[in-house]
């Protein structure tokens, strides 16, 4: 799909559009701080592109709504968009792309931890013909030791089980052309993992790199039971190998039985005794063969589980409030 081209304030039409994303969920705290960044953004791209900063609030209980619509109000650039509920953060960055009009569109986070001065970089590789910009995190010192240790070692995880194309410390702070963004909003998966699916999109792709900053104001919205959570739907959209530890269980548990029948075979017929007399050995073996089929049969039943809501083709999100629509 070729580039929309609009005409600015001058009637020139050579001018493209950047939108930028910006998800949110109860950043009352962080958008005084975060407004007058993207605002100064707005204005070095302006120089050279249209620009659409594009708002969405997941259902916030603060202010963060009543905050993203005077910001509106102020800036004719921004548009703010208000989910009926809390929908998660990739949900909400999905109703950001779909709302997205420009030719290349870059989502970032509320709370300054990815500084928005990175995107001038990004655009600069849009220019010179990338598709798909990752930012790459060069250190995250203001994370803990808890927090990088297990962010890679999922990346490591996720990569060994056949995801190869998920970039290992890049986010979702990314910058997508018009041709990429439209390939991704046809995958309508119901748990999302978005970095994920960029990166099987395929397309020519360039990075950049910059140093992580701390949260700016707030407390972070991923906790770890939510990390759990999202590790969960990154391994079962994108890997089947969960299932097949069912087959690898199976066999291993095999070998150690067929080692151990031929074991007490021998002390038997060479020695004329049980290796282990009674019912202790017995019971063992009947516990580790039920807890293995109901891990297996856990398994399966999130793959079967994420089946059954998506054939129910609920939509992704719904829209409360739009700011376009109070003007």
């Known amino acids: ?12 039409t050579d001018r493209r559009t950047i939108s930028i994303v910006v998800p949110c969920f109860n950043e009352e705290e962080a958008l005084p701080l975060l407004t007058p960044r993207l605002s ?3 204005d070095q791209l302006e120089q050279d592109h249209n620009v659409e900063i594009l708002m969405v609030d997941d259902g916030s209980a603060d202010q963060t709504w009543a905050l993203i619509r005077d910001y509106a109000q102020k800036d004719c650039r921004v548009r703010g968009v208000s989910l009926s509920r ?3 953060q990739q949900a909400a960055l999905t109703c950001g792309y779909d709302a997205a009009v420009g030719d ?3 989502c970032i986070d509320a709370d300054l931890q990815d500084p928005p001065e990175v995107v001038l970089e990004m655009v600069s590789k849009w220019q010179e013909g990338a598709d798909v910009v990752y ?3 060069r250190s995250r010192t203001s994370e803990s030791a808890f927090k990088t240790t297990t962010a890679g070692l999922f990346y490591r995880l996720i990569r060994g ?4 194309h998920v970039r290992e ?3 979702d702070f990314r910058l997508m052309s018009r041709r990429a963004l439209d390939a991704l909003n046809k995958l309508r998966e119901q748990h999302r993992f978005i970095r994920g699916m960029v990166g099987w999109l395929g397309f020519r792709t360039a990075e950049v790199h910059y140093d992580r900053g701390p949260r700016v104001a707030g407390v972070t919205k991923y906790p770890f039971r939510r990390m759990m959570r999202f ?5 079962v959209s994108f890997s089947s190998f969960p299932l097949r530890l069912a087959y690898l269980l199976s066999a291993g548990l095999s070998l150690i039985f067929c080692g151990y029948l031929l074991y007490s075979t021998f002390m038997h017929a060479f020695f004329g005794q049980s290796v282990v007399p009674g019912w202790f050995s017995l019971v063992i073996l009947v516990i580790a063969f039920g807890a293995i089929n109901l891990v297996c049969l856990g398994i399966i039943g999130e793959y079967v589980g994420r089946i059954f809501e998506q054939v129910k083709e609920r939509p992704l999100y719904l829209v409360g409030s739009d700011t376009r629509d109070e003007c």
């Open 104 to 106: 290349a569109i870059v």
């Open 231 to 235: 590790a969960v739907d990154a391994t």
């Open 1 to 12: 799909m070729g580039m929309r081209k609009q005409s600015d304030a001058n009637g020139r």
């Open 135 to 137: 930012a790459i995190r």
């Open 161 to 164: 089980m056949g995801a190869r």
């Open 40 to 42: 100064s953004l707005g």
């Open 86 to 88: 809390n929908f998660g």
């Open 169 to 171: 410390d890049s986010g």
